[in-house]
C-alpha cells in the first residue's frame, strides 16, 4: 500500500490504465523552480513573463531575459517549456508601452495580451529573440504562445512573428471564447493550444475575475465552460493538436480528471497541487475520466455537474 501510494506521487502523469498526461508547472520565474521540480513537474506548461516586465521604467534588457529564459529551460532538459509572450493590459500597465487608447474602462475587454503586442511588435520581437537565444544549446523543447488571441488572423500573425524571431514551435492559449469555437481553424496555423480556464470562464459567463462577488460565475464547473473546452479538445483532436489546460482548474484533482476525459493532453498549474492531480488520475481510468465528462457536460448546472463527476470518480476528493 505504501509503495502504491509513493508510485502514484511521483513520476510521469498517468491515468490508472496508462494514458499518459503530462503533468506541468505554472511559473512566474525563476524563483518557482525548486518547487516545480520538488512536486515532480515534467515540463512548464505556463511560464507567466509578466514578472520580468512590471514596475520598471524600460523594457529589460535582452540579456537579462536570456538569463530568465535560459535558467527555466535549462531545469528541464528533455522536458517542454512553454513561455507565454507578454500579458499586458490596462490593469497591469507598462510605463515603456505607449497606449493609444489611454485609460479602458474595462480593462479585461481592451488591448490587453496579443491585441497589445500587436501594437508593440517591437516589444515582441524581442522577447522572442531572447528566447530563440535562451533556447540555443539547452536539451528543453521551447513553446511559445500567445495570450488573449481572438482569431485566425491573430494566429498567423503571431506564428509568423515567432518564425521570424528563429522559435519554430509557436501555439496560442484559448481563452476567449471565439477562439475555442473556431479551434479546428486556428489549428491551420497554431501547432499546439492551451486552454486558459481562468479568463475563458471569466469570458464565457460575461463575469470579471476581479469582482468577488461573481464568483458563483468564476467557476470551470459551468457547462459552458465545459462545452467550449469539449468543443476545443475536439477540435485538437481532429487536427492532431496537442491542447493543454494550464488555468487552475487544471490543478483541481476532480475537475483534472474531467478535462482528461473532455480530450485534454496535458496539464499545467501551480506546483503545490502536482501531487494531488498525479494521485487523482493515478487512480482513475480513461474510460472512468470519459464518463465523468459526459455526465458533467450533461449536468444542468455548475454543482451538478460537480456531482455527476464525483459519482463516477469513487476515491477523489
Ligand atoms: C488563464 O487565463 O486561465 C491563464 C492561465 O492565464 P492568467 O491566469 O495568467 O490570465
Ligand atoms: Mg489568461
Not at 487536427?239 to 494550464?246: A, D, K, L, Y
Request: charged fraction near 20%; glycine fraction near 10%; charge should be negative.
Amino acid at each position: 500500500e505504501r509503495d502504491s501510494v509513493a508510485a502514484e506521487t511521483t513520476g510521469p502523469g498517468r491515468t490508472a490504465d496508462g494514458h499518459p498526461v503530462p503533468l506541468l508547472a505554472n511559473i512566474g520565474g525563476p524563483d518557482d523552480l525548486p518547487s516545480a521540480l520538488r512536486n515532480g513537474a515534467e515540463g512548464v506548461g505556463l511560464y507567466r513573463t509578466e514578472l520580468l516586465f512590471l514596475d520598471r521604467a524600460d523594457s529589460p534588457s535582452h540579456d537579462e531575459q536570456v538569463a530568465a529564459y535560459r535558467a527555466v529551460l535549462e531545469a528541464f532538459p528533455g522536458g517542454t517549456v512553454t513561455v507565454r509572450t507578454l500579458d499586458a493590459g490596462a490593469d497591469k500597465p507598462l510605463e515603456f508601452l505607449s497606449r493609444p487608447q489611454g485609460a479602458e474602462p474595462n480593462p479585461a475587454l481592451g488591448l490587453r495580451g496579443l491585441r497589445m503586442l500587436r501594437h508593440a511588435p517591437g516589444t515582441l520581437a524581442a522577447q522572442l529573440r531572447a528566447l530563440a537565444e535562451a533556447a540555443r544549446g539547452t536539451e528543453a523543447e521551447l513553446g511559445v504562445m500567445a495570450p488573449m488571441v481572438t482569431d485566425v488572423a491573430d494566429t498567423e500573425w503571431f506564428v509568423a512573428a515567432a518564425a521570424e524571431a528563429g522559435v519554430s514551435h509557436a501555439g496560442v492559449m484559448l481563452e476567449v471564447p471565439a477562439a475555442a469555437l473556431r479551434a479546428r481553424h486556428l489549428a491551420e496555423a497554431a501547432e499546439f493550444f492551451s486552454i486558459g480556464t481562468n479568463d475563458l470562464t471569466q469570458y464565457a459567463c460575461a463575469a470579471d475575475r476581479e469582482i468577488s462577488a461573481l464568483g458563483a460565475f468564476q467557476d470551470p464547473w459551468q457547462p459552458g465552460v465545459l462545452d467550449l473546452v469539449a468543443t476545443a479538445a475536439r477540435a485538437a483532436t481532429a487536427t492532431g493538436r496537442p491542447c493543454g489546460v494550464c488555468g487552475e482548474a487544471a490543478g483541481d484533482p476532480m475537475l483534472s480528471c474531467v478535462l482528461v476525459g473532455l480530450g485534454v493532453t496535458s496539464l499545467s498549474m501551480g506546483a503545490f497541487a502536482l501531487p494531488l492531480v498525479r494521485a487523482a488520475l493515478a487512480r482513475t481510468t480513461h474510460d472512468q475520466c470519459r464518463e465523468a465528462a459526459a455526465a458533467a457536460l450533461d449536468a444542468r448546472d455548475a454543482r451538478a455537474a460537480k456531482h455527476a463527476a464525483r459519482e463516477r470518480l469513487p476515491g477523489i476528493a
